[in-house]
């Protein structure tokens, strides 16, 4: 099992940036994927972005995004810090939401599908005002 914590959250004016940070801890060497998922009040929780964190090379694309956030979210990780990163920059007001991070060992269909990560974060509260 992984363990996640998210942080970097907090309140920005539309326009704004904010980096969200996940660190996992526990058993990650099997850790495939690790994504970005959100839940605005009253929604229910979206994909944002995911990106593989595997050793085995395989072809495919390495992060997904979606399409709401193509252009202004960036997800990274760092290997070694067993950290991955969302940043999030021309932040509008309807990106307001709980940000949780999530990781698999799974080899995903798809990659910003919920059913497809198993273990989740407490999730971290970004604000945008206009």
């Known amino acids: 099992q992984v363990q996640l914590v998210e942080s970097g959250g907090g309140s920005v004016q539309a326009g704004g940036s904010l980096r969200l940070s996940c660190a996992a801890s526990?058993?990650?060497?099997?850790?495939?994927?690790m994504g970005w998922f959100r839940q605005a009040p009253g929604k229910e929780r979206e994909g944002v972005a995911s990106i593989y964190t595997g050793r085995v090379y395989t072809g495919r694309g390495s992060s997904y995004y979606a399409d709401s956030v193509k252009g202004r979210f960036t997800i990274s990780r760092d290997n070694a810090k067993n950290t991955v990163y969302l940043q999030m920059n021309s932040l509008k007001p309807e990106d307001t939401a709980m940000y949780y991070c999530?990781?698999?060992?799974?080899?995903?269909?798809?990659?910003?599908?919920?059913?497809?990560?198993?273990?989740w974060g407490q999730g971290t509260q970004v604000t945008v005002s206009s």
């Open positions: 526990g058993y990650t060497a099997n850790t495939n994927y």
């Open positions: 999530a990781a698999t060992s799974r080899w995903v269909r798809s990659p910003l599908a919920e059913a497809e990560f198993a273990d």
